[in-house]
């Protein structure tokens, strides 16, 4: 971790004066908003398989209070 | 049979001379032969193979289109979601996973007549460049089984190369694709971000992912691009890209495209053999027509540390998921809440994705945010615009795809060196651009060697005709 770390610092030495940050790729000019129905779906059942712990309707999850 | 074209197979099916059941059991046959050895896959799914086959040839003798890729074995990277099928993206945590939904390759591949075989071992969570980080065990290379296929999508290429799939999907955050294909002598595109959906991609790197084929030859990954292309509204970083017949374009030839080739690549820890490979590369397109020049590009090994910074920073967002409470892996070690959390990641991730969470988590930290992740965010900006000015002279850039022909299993490489090695593969990830590997030339020790074709955004069609002529010219 510490070799990694000094790896990355290394781009201190970069001059990026004024340079703007390049955080996305391509501006989508429109947000996409799908529609909501109801669909036919197994997800539900998936879920609950998937869940590490659960009971008949409910994923199981420590108490936290 | 399974060494052969996929649009000549597609063909033999349509014409009768081969049947689909037939061609799907030659896979499994090879696959439990030889898979005992390389480990390329983590699941199977012949039930739904051969009864999928089954359909097709219904079709095909009742005289119905099977689509562009009909009857055609696929192997699928095992981040990639397939309904019904495990999905453990090469980690404990998601061990006994199982997919509620495809990806929209999948279901494209589907549509295209395509049969899933299974999903194919990977580096952990794709992070990784050797396939050694898999909780799975490591896989081997076909082509020389003392070394590694590459990563991260190691499986997907060994699978390939060993006559286990026809073609195999992976993913590519770095290189992730035409490293592995490099080293396993195939054919490895990493698309223009955005143009194939990466809905159903487990993510890793959300701004840097991308889907893409592998295949024997250009044309099969042409093919294969045309199948899974297209525009996603699942996926927000979708794009809507003209239509445009791959295939058809390829033996179209390089006569006056301007090909770079950056010197800085040159230099270092660069094999010689390698090196003489991009050479003759750059001589066989000037010889067909194409003007090679030296360019210069700066920045090169800052923009590997600005990838490495940006990539651990998302995957430490996106990798917060795996809690070890809705799916996945949970310890049962625990009193309280933090400890399951804490107990789950220690046993659920490997060192390597651990490693790469806590370096994201510290890049992103209050007081360390400008000084490194926003820095790397500027330098990417730097490094995409020096490249957007060299696409104003050059239709596209050769260069090498790793530093070496392969990298023993045996071998203890320090992870810096591994990451050093990304040099010539992530400016495409970085900068969103297609570029594909294509074998050309062969090491000293007889391993393949592959070069790799950057264009500028949606230029697949010139990087393809360019890769075609390659691969014609290739040991000639």
Known sequence: MEKMLEYIKQISKVNTENIEPLTQLFLNEENICNDDEKIDSHFKEFLLENAPDCDVDCIIVPKTV | ?476
């Not at chain 2, 053999?273 to 000037?286: F, H, M, P, Q, T």
């Not at chain 2, 596209?396 to 591994?418: N, R, W």
Request: aromatic letters at 8%; a negative charge; hydrophobic letters at 35%.
């Open chain 2, 1 to 476: 049979m399974m060494s052969k074209r996929i649009l000549e197979t597609v063909n033999d099916i349509k014409a009768g001379k081969i049947r689909i059941k037939e061609l799907v059991e030659k896979c499994f046959e090879n696959i439990e032969k030889k898979d005992s050895t390389y480990n390329a896959y983590i699941s199977l799914d012949k039930e739904n193979a051969l009864k999928k086959a089954d359909e097709l040839q219904v079709m095909v003798d009742s005289g119905k289109d099977i689509g562009i890729l009909g009857g055609i074995p696929v192997a699928i990277k095992d981040n990639i979601l397939v309904e019904g099928i495990a999905n453990t993206c090469g980690s404990k945590i998601l061990e006994n996973f199982v997919a509620p939904y495809s990806a929209t390759v999948v279901e494209k591949l589907k549509k295209s007549g395509a049969i899933i075989i299974g999903k194919t071992n990977m580096d952990e969570f794709a992070m990784g460049s050797t396939t050694r980080t898999s909780y799975f065990g490591e896989t081997k290379n076909p082509r020389n089984p003392e070394y590694t296929p590459g990563g991260s999508s190691g499986g997907s290429a060994a699978a390939l190369s060993a006559d286990m799939c026809m073609i195999s999907l992976g993913s590519d955050t770095g290189g992730s694709i035409r490293q592995p294909a490099a080293f396993c002598g195939l054919v490895g595109l990493k698309p223009t971000y955005g143009m194939v959906s990466r809905y159903g991609l487990v993510a890793y790197a959300s701004s840097f992912d991308q889907i893409g084929p592998m295949g024997k030859s250009v044309e099969d990954v042409a093919l294969t691009l045309q199948a899974i292309k297209g525009y996603d509204s699942n996926d927000s970083t979708s794009q809507k890209v003209a239509e445009c017949d791959y295939l058809s374009g390829l033996s179209k030839g390089v006569k006056g495209l301007k090909i770079g080739v950056p010197k800085e690549f040159f230099t270092g820890d660069l094999d010689n053999d390698i090196k003489l490979s991009v050479i003759n590369a750059a001589k066989a397109l000037e010889d067909n027509g194409a003007v090679v020049e030296e360019i210069s590009i700066s920045n090169t090994e800052y923009a590997v540390m600005a990838y490495y910074i940006i990539a651990c920073a998302q995957a430490s967002s996106n990798l917060a998921r795996f809690d070890g409470v809705k799916y996945g892996h949970r310890s049962s070690e625990y009193n309280n809440l933090s400890e399951m959390y804490e107990n789950t990641w220690k046993e659920g991730l490997g060192e390597e994705v651990r490693k790469r969470i806590a370096l994201g988590e510290y890049v992103l930290s209050s007081g360390f945010y400008e000084e490194h992740y926003l820095k790397a965010l500027k330098i990417r900006r730097l490094v995409r615009d020096e490249y957007e000015r060299c696409f104003e002279k050059y239709d596209m850039i050769l260069s090498p795809v790793t530093k070496t022909s392969g990298i023993k299993l045996c071998e203890e490489v320090d992870s810096i060196k591994l990451y050093m090695d990304d040099l010539y593969t992530v400016p495409a990830n970085l900068c969103g651009y297609p570029a594909i590997s294509v074998p050309f030339g062969k090491s000293e020790n007889g391993l393949p060697i592959g070069v790799q074709i950057m264009g500028p955004c949606f230029s697949e069609e010139k990087i393809l005709r360019t890769a075609f002529l390659l691969e014609q010219k290739d040991g000639k």
